[in-house]
Structure formats: structure tokens, C-alpha cells
């Protein structure tokens, strides 16, 4: 996979956040979403490449999304499958809140786990306990060996956990263990990531969220040396039954990193609002200032980018 398409997606994440951003705080999750939508599919269609989406925001009826099946890029040059998401954190966009993202994750055809829209129970660590976990233990267990591998205790560890009433049992036992708990509201891509970086403190995400999302932190962290496990949870029948049409046979299978996002694989994403790994986007007058991270499996490379944007040179990028 050539490097140089790493510098042409970031440009797509930094349009959506852009787009995005001017929808901070105004409380209508809807407009943030759709700008940032807009935005990603107009920049695709500069860069050549033939894309399909495999890990989108839902199917074509669904519409503006960018539904699972599109195609994306102008058509011409290599083919590429896509992991999405324009605006992770929607509400927390929103509501004005911290790390809301635009995030891309890139593979060769056939190589990302065509996800069905639904739940995925994740567990997820950076490389210095990449062979410590296993989703067959328990939560405290997990802890325990994580802790080992860190060289660490238990009361040493923090879990990112999503804030949901369906967590009270795992938040009860990962407190009975001993560790530290960083609730979310939203923005478990972000959380995933933030296990491999050593700034932020985290040491592991635990939890269930959306299963695409759970491919789209597989593939970031392939990229810096993680590991990352998901089993599929399904809420009514009708999920199973399209799992089953989208090609997953065990319903009750744990996937592995390497099974979530295969060969080699980039990921993009662009700060929309402040966080704990990027930079939110900043506006000035006549422009704006954005950081994205790029990354790439090959190498292990992780670059920070941060852009400043003319818009008068660029006034399709104003979104005003």
C-alpha cells in the first residue's frame, strides 16, 4: 500500500472535522453529523482511488450516510475498502464536550471484517500487554494479567469503559478488583487508541460498544502494536439473521486484531474537538488550524500532522 494515499485520507478527515466543528456546541448532533458526512464524501472524490465502504454508518436506504456498499474516490488507480467514521462522538460534538474525532481506517480489498451494525464486546491494550489478555477470562483476571505484564498492580491500571446502564456489573467488578475507572460518554475509538499511548494514561478499554467501531480501533491499533479482541453481541434475531447473510458463520466467535483488520492497513483521524490525543479544530479569521495522526501497519510509523488552512486559497473548506 503505497505511503503517500497516508497524506491524501488525512486530507478527507481534516475536511469532515472542519465541516464538523462548526457545529460544536450548538446541540444538534444531526447537523454535525450530516456536515461531517458531506464533507468526507466531497474529499474522497479528489483523491484517486476505486473505494468501498465496508465499515460505514449504515445501509444505502439510509442515505446521506455514508452507507456500507458505497462506492468512494474518483475510480481511478488501486482498490481500497474503507472503515469510517466522520464524526466519532457525535453527541459529544454536540454538546460541545471533549474528544470527538473523523476518523478513516484503509485496507486492501477483503481485508477488514465486514461488520454488521451492531454490538461488539471489546478488549483492547497497548504493546507492552499485547499477550496478557483473553475475553474467555474474566474481567478481573484480565486485570490481573495485564498488571503482571505491565509490571504494575491492579490498583495501578485505569479502564476507559463506556458510561452505560449495560457496564453495572463489569464497573462493580473492575472496582471490586482494585483499579481506576475513566468513564466515557461516547468515543470508544478514541478510547481504544488512547490504551497505546502512554499520555493518556489508560491502560486498557473494556466494555461493549458498536462493532463497527470495534474495526476501526482494530486497524488503528494494528498500526502501533496493540492487540485488540471482539466477540459480536447481538439485541434481537434480525441481527443474527443478517450476520449470517454478511458472511459470519460463528455468532459466538472472538475475533482477533489480526482477524478484525488484515495486511496492511493505515489509519487517519482528525481532532474535532479537544482531547486526550489530538487537538480540536481552531478557527481565526479567514482560517482554522486542525492535528490529525496518521499511521501505518508496514511501519509502525505514527505521524502527528498539524495544518493550517487558508480559506481563502481554500474556500471550499470555509463550510461557513
Known amino acids: 500500500m503505497d505511503r503517500n494515499f497516508a497524506l491524501e485520507f488525512v486530507r478527507v478527515t481534516e475536511a469532515a472535522a472542519l465541516a464538523a466543528a462548526r457545529q460544536m456546541g450548538r446541540g444538534d448532533e444531526t447537523a454535525a453529523d450530516h456536515a461531517a458526512v458531506e464533507a468526507m464524501r466531497s474529499a474522497f472524490d479528489s483523491i484517486s482511488f476505486s473505494g468501498t465502504v465496508k465499515i460505514g454508518e449504515g445501509e444505502r436506504d439510509e442515505a446521506p450516510m455514508l452507507y456500507i456498499g458505497e462506492k468512494v474516490g474518483n475510480g481511478e488507480g488501486p482498490h481500497f475498502d474503507i472503515a469510517l467514521d466522520p464524526l466519532e462522538g457525535t453527541t459529544i460534538c454536540a454538546k460541545g464536550g471533549p474528544n470527538s474525532l473523523s476518523v478513516i481506517a484503509i485496507a486492501e480489498e477483503g481485508n477488514f ?65 482494585g483499579a481506576r475507572i475513566w468513564m466515557i460518554g461516547d468515543g470508544d475509538v478514541q478510547a ?3 490504551v497505546a499511548m502512554p499520555q493518556t494514561g489508560v491502560d486498557v478499554l473494556m466494555g461493549i460498544g458498536g462493532a463497527p467501531e470495534g474495526v476501526i480501533a482494530a486497524a488503528a491499533l494494528r498500526c502501533i502494536g496493540g492487540n485488540f479482541q471482539g466477540r459480536l453481541i447481538f439485541r434481537k434475531e434480525e441481527e443474527r439473521v443478517r450476520a449470517k447473510k454478511m458472511g459470519v458463520q460463528d ?3 472472538i475475533y482477533t486484531i489480526e482477524e478484525l483488520a488484515r495486511g496492511p492497513v493505515m489509519f ?41 488552512h487558508d480559506f481563502v486559497r481554500k474556500p471550499h473548506y470555509s463550510f461557513s
Open 268 to 308: 487517519c483521524a482528525t481532532g474535532v474537538t479537544d482531547g486526550s490525543m489530538l487537538k480540536g479544530v481552531q478557527f481565526k479569521g479567514g482560517g482554522a488550524r486542525t492535528q490529525s495522526v496518521v499511521m501505518r501497519s508496514q511501519t509502525g510509523t505514527m505521524r502527528f500532522i498539524e495544518a493550517h
Open 192 to 194: 481504544a487508541i488512547s
Open 113 to 177: 471484517l465486514h461488520a454488521p451494525d451492531t454490538y461488539m464486546e471489546k478488549l483492547a491494550v497497548g504493546p507492552d500487554a499485547v499477550d496478557a489478555i483473553d475475553m474467555r477470562c474474566s474481567p478481573s483476571e484480565n486485570l490481573r494479567r495485564i498488571a503482571q505484564a505491565k509490571k504494575c498492580t491492579v490498583s495501578d491500571l485505569t479502564v476507559v469503559i463506556l458510561d452505560r446502564p449495560r457496564h453495572a456489573d463489569l464497573i462493580a467488578e473492575v472496582r471490586a478488583a
Open 251 to 253: 455468532l459466538d466467535k
